[in-house]
């Protein structure tokens, strides 16, 4: 004697299978999309070296930058 499944489960089962495959399509065509991320050695090279005793806060282009983002 064979145990019938419910419709529904079978129908859930197929749908979240379907909606699996289009989020994956679609975080796909999401990356594929994006430009190339690349890493500015140029900005690298131009920062001040680091202090021989460690720490020390520097008012560099990236500080100002992020101060002039979080302006009201």
Known sequence: ???????????????GFFIG??????????VTAMPSISTP????????PVPENGGGYSLSEHVKRYYQTTRV
């Open 1 to 15: 004697m064979q145990v019938e499944q419910p419709k529904d489960s079978a129908t859930a089962s197929r749908r």
């Open 21 to 30: 495959a289009a989020a994956a399509g679609a975080t796909v065509a999401a």
């Open 41 to 48: 050695s140029a900005e690298l090279k131009s920062l001040p």
